[in-house]
């Protein structure tokens, strides 16, 4: 990650709101339960409209029951639309006492003896389908007020279909975003060199992201967003290709950070790499602290070519939480990265020097390099000089620079 925050301010997740009003698949068999278990019924389930069909998208019922869920039953047949059109009654306590109903043939088929429907309609007055109730024999119980309670249920879902129907249009918009970004060539490289402490001089550059493309938002939101909707390895992918096409204009002396989340790493779209030409000894992988890593022996096996040609692992944001230490235990990097979050205003905070002092010794006691992240005063580098910390960046360092001002300040020492 960069040496500063990349993210302007705090980060929200643009389909987080659609999550929080909806329900589960889970949340709605609960419903669809509670419906069947209150009208007394045999087979309660929500029909989803098409073009041409509906789909009984979710359904409860008892075992032996003809229909099933993800089924698709073509809109002519049934009662569903007749009921939407005004050809049946929705509420039919005795269908043998309805002749329309009698004409439709499931109804002797199944049998349907009771049936219950009132039509799911979202917010923009558009028709998502029916919640259906029916019982296998009639309910001569039934009265208008569970024709109530089944609208009540209907507005509900009605409410959670709408929500889901943003949050797909939201996943659409976003996923547009992303390739174009993409496709026009929005995503550009900017490089952050990495200091020696003792030396001052340049020891690599780690390779961040920007995007020059709207929505303006920080290079992680366009991450997090790429990977809501399915596209967070190819964004990823992508910027390392724009990275690595970089590399030649450097010399081979100079290194390069690159960050790639562990799904990536394993998924194995970066095994062309090892075939193309690639040199992997100038290369460090970074995975950074807040990344979530299921299987350790896997991501292990993953990155072992890379290893084996030489590349580099450095965990990123160590000491911002527990995970960076499983991280390091598991896959043992040659790099760990001091959060900033420790390393800014470490000369004036004696616990922060206490934890630093901590982190580096372990480091070099298991073999590993120590770069301290988000440097920005020159007091703060003088006591990560002291303490024994090996390799700096930050914006009192360099600021993240174009590809000309890098190859500048490189060839300046």
């Known amino acids: 990650m960069s040496a500063v925050s990349e993210t302007a301010q705090p980060y929200r997740d643009p389909l987080a709101p659609f999550f929080e009003h909806s329900v589960s698949a889970a949340g709605l068999d609960r419903v669809l339960q509670a419906v069947r278990r209150h009208l007394s019924m045999d087979v309660v389930f929500i029909s989803r409209f098409r073009e041409s069909d509906r789909v009984l998208d979710y359904l409860d019922a008892e075992p032996g029951c003809a229909l099933r869920q993800g089924q698709a039953i073509p809109l002519s047949q049934g009662y569903c639309l007749k009921v939407f059109r005004g050809e049946l009654p929705g509420f039919i306590p005795d269908t043998s006492l309805v002749a329309a109903a009698m004409e439709i043939p499931e109804t002797l088929g199944i049998p349907i003896g009771s049936h219950l429907s009132v039509p799911i309609v979202l917010a923009n007055q558009r028709l998502f389908g029916t919640l259906c109730c029916f019982s296998y024999r009639p309910v001569a119980t039934l009265t208008e007020r569970d024709m109530d309670v089944l609208r009540a249920f209907a507005e509900f879902l ?18 547009h975003d ?34 020059d493309a709207e929505p303006r938002r920080p290079p992680d939101q366009w991450f997090s967003a790429a990977h809501a909707v399915g596209l967070g390895l190819e964004l990823e992918l992508h910027a390392i290709h724009k990275a690595l096409a970089a590399l030649q204009a450097f010399p081979r002396s100079a ?41 350790y022996a896997a991501l292990a096996q993953s990155l072992g070519p890379f290893r ?76 990560l000089g002291q303490l024994g910390v090996d390799y700096a960046q930050g914006y009192y360092l360099a600021m993240p620079l174009g590809l000309d001002d890098a190859l500048r300040v490189l060839r300046e020492g």
């Open 308 to 383: 084996k040609r030489g590349a580099g692992l450095a965990v990123d944001d160590a000491g911002a939480g527990y995970s960076s230490m499983r991280h390091i235990l598991n896959l043992q990097p040659e790099v760990i990265k001091l959060d900033m979050s420790i390393t800014q205003s470490i000369h004036s905070d004696g616990h922060r020097r206490a934890l630093a002092k901590g982190l580096i010794s372990f480091a070099h006691e298991i073999g590993s390099v120590l770069v301290a992240e988000g440097v920005e005063e020159a007091a703060e580098l003088d006591v």
């Open 158 to 175: 009605a409410f959670h279909f709408d929500a889901a129907a943003q949050r797909e249009d939201q996943e659409a918009t976003i996923a």
């Open 255 to 295: 290194r390069f950070n690159l960050n790639c989340s562990p799904e990536l790493i394993i998924s194995g779209v970066l095994q062309p790499l090892l075939d193309d030409g690639t040199d992997f000894s100038r290369l460090v992988l970074e995975v950074t602290e807040h990344a979530i890593v299921n299987d």
């Open 178 to 211: 992303v390739r174009l970004a993409m496709a026009a060539d929005s995503l550009r490289i900017v490089f952050q060199p990495v200091y020696g402490i003792a030396q001052r001089s340049i020891h690599a550059f780690e390779c961040l992201s920007r995007f």
